[in-house]
């Protein structure tokens, strides 16, 4: 039986209208009526205003009227609109008095908050008609898809290899080999090459839509348009970058990104999105009015006394994450990425800002951070948080977190950088990294999975610009090498940059190998930098967000001229990933619970049971039991492992710990030796002639097995 | 099987959408399965790519089949990407859709 309530109440200027649902927010389609609802807390009046496909000017702007608002909600419905050639827009009214928060501008026509197609920046780089007084344009969506039996994967975290990546530095490069490059397309063209590395994991850096020609201008280098590339400046919250799709131009992206996304499904392939919830794209009082800022700017910003903008983002304006509205909004959006769109996870840019209070003050139980870990449809998502902000508050180790929320671990990247080049006093520390940092982590009881490891990320060097510059070299985003971190914990192997030198090149590989080993054989979730399996480098640009172009576009050349990185990466995530020992979730005991003559997991130094502590000392040993592997869900007994690690430059030899009786150690991988020695397909690893010591070369690794 | 063919015109989008699935359906409600001859078609929108499937999907429930064919290049890469080329059969001339569903 048919509705009572699908007739029009309403004429205006010949659109049929009447009351809509205040909720959902946005703009809902249902069979030929379209429901526009919108929330201010603080605006008088609402206008919507509508446009055909890309024209200038409106052709209608219809009032909300009294009987359209319910609340602090403005809704209405239309019948029989034709939507895919509709764009809309707010037009809110209210007090100008930027004191007291309130920046309400009837002159201004708004993007919706809600807006799940945004066209406007529909090409890459293509000049937008500036003078345009809508220049962000909302559209509304189709919210079917045929997923088939698809669902988010729900692989145990501790089972991830997570390969950061950003949609245009993957394939824009030269010889990239796909048709469509710098799209979502282009990443489904490459998903062969992913199953071959051997990640399972993508996570996206910004897939949000935001505007490449924020802050634009010329490099003073070479005189090249630099564009903000990597997106960390949102324009919506529920809409995906149009010019990431090849179908942009036809304002396909919602298509095409979800088509990304069941096909890495497919293949096995976990899909994380790097999220930015701690600013907009409106900057500060001097930026422009795209959206919140005019629709209800004291509700969604965080705000001193004075009305000024907060900005502990460092890009000029906080979002007001613990206001009880916006706090709705971020949920709704996260749950939207999960119910659309199929997404596993969530990576929180600068998310110490999200268990702010709207004063700025740090909460010691924030209740936008509380309702995540908790929400029913998050409840398998996962949710990994940068736990720092630009407003100085760190929280690696000690992020809210529920038992839900995993941290990317800033310390790991650190005592590793500083072990891989031979720093002293970094030696207990590393240790406590290689297991699964218990010191940050055991006391609250959260696990090794609450550890996010990496080495390099799209913030700082890449890993062969690790290995190959002692300090940054950023002027081609002209800010006089101001920008970025300065404090890289990186050597460069004895030359500044490129070098013909090879055994400086040598070295520069070993190193690579060293540091994706120590990544590997680590407790918690591995984090690879995507390029860095084929020694990418940025030129020791440490900053490249504004260089779309070679500098931080992966060279798919340097798979064949590094291609003993690239074989080497390949082989050590395959053995992670065959390995259970090195991927627990709880933390290890270190003891022989079991009884069967070794313990879990068991430190070693260059004598076998006798484990360096020194302050200078430069070389670790450890043993993993196989035997403990059928402890773990889906485990059976494995083989035994052993890793050491030289990170002296001179040689030194290893006393073994003693094999069960029948079982000898092979070698299975050694750093300090050139491809194809460095490292043995599974089942093919030689067996080592002197069972009671090896000799590892200097700032090398060796990992052998025992079976 | 019987079948008929519908003609698709230069675009397939909101402005006449209602018309092909009209007239894609007119032909499944007879029981004959049904071939879309895309040849003249350069451009289909998000509505447009939606008709076809809802299409596929009732022939489907008829035990019918829908075959499209002489999709262009410009909108097979629309299907490709969009991921919805999946779901249908494909043929490049009349003769070879024929041949296929004849056999």
Known sequence: MDRVDLFPTHEYQGLKLRPGRPYPFGATIAGNMVNFSVYSRYATDCTLVLFHNREEKPFVEIPFFKEFRLGNVFSMIIFDLDYENIEYGFRMDGPYEPEKGHWFDKSKILLDPYAKLIVGRDVWGQEPHWDSAYQYRARVVFDDFDWEDDLP??????????????????????????????????????????????????????????????????????????????????????????????????????????????????????????????????????????????????????????????????????????????????????????????????????????????????????????????????????????AWDAGGLYQVGSFPSWGRWAEWNGKFRDSMRRFLKSDEGVLADVKERIIGSPDLYASQGRGIK???????????????????????????????????????????????????????????????????????????????????????????????????????????????????????????????????????????????????????????????????????????????????????????SDDFIYVAMNMHWEMHGFELPQLPESMAWHVFANTGVPSPDDIFESGQEPVIDNQHEVLVGPRSIMILIGK | MKFETYQLAKELDSFNYQQVQDGVLAILEKGSSAIIDMTACKYVSSTGLRVLLYSKKIAASKGLRLCLVGISDEVQDIMNVTGFNTFFDCFHTMDECLQAVNS
């Not at chain 1, 450890?622 to 773990?632: C, E, H, P, W």
Request: with cysteine.
């Open chain 1, 450 to 636: 609450a550890s996010v490891n990496f080495i390099t990320a799209h913030d700082g060097f890449t890993l062969m610009d690790l290995v190959s510059y002692n300090g940054k070299h950023n002027e081609a985003n002209g800010e006089d090498n101001r920008d970025g971190e300065n404090h890289n914990n990186s050597w460069n192997c004895g030359c500044e940059g490129e070098t013909d030198d090879p055994d400086i090149n040598r070295l520069r590989h070993q190193q690579v190998k060293n540091a994706i080993t120590m990544l590997m054989v680590s407790q918690g979730i591995p984090m690879v930098l995507s390029g860095d399996e084929m020694g990418n480098s940025q030129q020791g640009n440490n900053n490249a967000y504004c260089q779309d172009n070679e500098i931080a576009w992966l060279d798919w050349n340097n798979l064949e001229k590094n291609a003993d990185l690239f074989r080497y990466f390949k082989q050590m995530i395959k053995f992670r990933r065959q390995h259970k020992v090195l991927r627990y979730d709880e933390h290890l005991r270190h003891q022989d619970y079991l009884g069967l003559g070794y313990p879990d997991f068991s430190w070693h130094g260059v004598k076998a049971w006798q484990p360096e502590s020194g302050h200078n000392n430069l070389t670790l040993a450890f043993m993993l039991n196989g035997q403990y592997a059928a402890t773990i869900p889906e485990g059976h």
């Open chain 1, 153 to 386: 994967l729900e692989t145990p975290v501790n089972d991830l290899v997570v390969y950061e990546m950003h949609v245009r530095n993957f394939t824009c490069g030269a010889g990239s080999g796909v048709k469509h490059r710098g799209t979502f397309a282009g990443i489904v063209e490459k998903i062969p090459y992913l199953l071959e590395l051997g990640v399972n994991c993508v996570e996206l850096m910004p897939i949000h839509e935001f505007d490449e020609f924020e802050n634009h201008r010329v490099s003073p280098v070479d005189g090249r348009q630099l564009y903000n590339l990597w997106g960390y400046s949102n324009v919506g919250f529920f809409a995906p970058k149009a010019a990431y799709a090849s179908t942009g131009k036809y304002a396909m992206q919602v298509d095409e990104l979800k088509n990304l996304v069941k096909q890495l499904h497919k293949n096995g392939i976990e899909v994380i999105l790097d999220v930015v919830f701690n600013h907009t794209a409106e900057g500060n009082e001097q930026g422009p009015y795209i959206s919140y800022r005019g629709i209800d700017n004291k509700t969604y910003y965080m705000l001193t006394p004075d009305g000024h903008y907060f900005n502990f983002s460092g890009c000029g304006n906080t979002l007001n994450c613990n206001n009880p509205n916006v706090r709705d909004m971020i949920v709704e959006s996260l749950r939207y990425w999960v119910i659309d769109y199929h997404i596993d996870g969530f990576r929180f840019d600068l998310a110490a800002i999200l268990g702010r209070d709207q004063n700025g003050h740090p909460m010691s139980n924030p209740p936008l951070l509380e309702s995540l870990a908790h929400d029913p449809i998050l409840g398998k998502t996962k949710l990994i948080a940068e």
